[in-house]
T-cell receptor
């Protein structure tokens, strides 16, 4: 059973545009929601993360929006740049035993075109 | 470089052989996780340690897989009698349990190809 669903699978955005990736989760025990960025041949790197006590978190060009009642969260990349071209994974984790590992979405391959 | 390191970065082996991977976490981190990532998929949890204690194992971790963290520092993941389905990227991550926001930092991974 996939506990974190991610869409779209791939996304092409023009340079300077807004990239939006969506995720939905099922496990109400999750209380930490990070986004990871992965380049080919590299391990995932933490981009930004949010806890459910806030509805939005912004760091530079990256913003997470969180809707606890809908159990959905999304990543917005403003002013998208070619260097943002990578695969993005949403993830979720709880703090009680059995939920402390990260559960990842299936990933979104983002391509920024000039 | 004080990040998570993994060795080897690439491993090609024949079906039926045993392989062992090593992970060196960030030095002060007390938690160490192993994940497996296949092409086009997100990482999937395999197992994790707090210090030297193995706290949880996924059902993905068949009896051919064993992981250790003998002194609470580095960890090894061994796969016995490898099968072609074991071909994947094996990722290690470490974190410090005790912080409000416990961030897992990933290593570069070991890419395994079983022929």
């Amino acid at each position: 059973q996939q506990q974190v669903k991610q869409s779209p699978q791939s996304l092409i955005v023009q340079k300077g545009g807004i990239s939006i990736i969506n995720c939905a989760y099922e496990n109400t025990a999750f209380d930490y929601f990070p986004w990871y960025q992965q380049f080919p041949g590299k391990g995932p790197a933490l981009l930004i993360a949010i806890r459910p006590d806030v509805s939005e978190k912004k760091e530079g060009r990256f913003t997470i929006s969180f809707n606890k009642s809908a159990k959905q969260f999304s990543l917005h990349i403003m002013d998208s740049q070619p260097g943002d071209s990578a695969t993005y994974f949403c993830a979720a984790r709880g703090t009680n035993f059995g939920n402390e590992k990260l559960t990842f979405g299936t990933g979104t391959r983002l391509t920024i075109i000039p | 470089d004080t990040g998570v390191s993994q060795d080897p970065r690439h491993k090609i082996t024949k079906r039926g052989q045993n392989v062992t991977f090593r992970c060196d976490p960030i030095s002060e981190h007390n938690r160490l996780y192993w994940y497996r990532q296949t092409l086009g998929q997100g990482p999937e949890f395999l197992t994790y340690f707090q210090n030297e204690a193995q706290l949880e194992k996924s059902r993905l971790l068949s009896d051919r897989f064993s992981a250790e963290r003998p002194k609470g520092s580095f960890s090894t993941l061994e796969i016995q009698r490898t099968e072609q389905g074991d071909s994947a990227m094996y990722l290690c991550a470490s974190s410090y349990r005790g912080l409000i926001q416990e961030t897992q930092y990933f290593g570069p991974g070991t890419r395994l190809l079983v022929l």
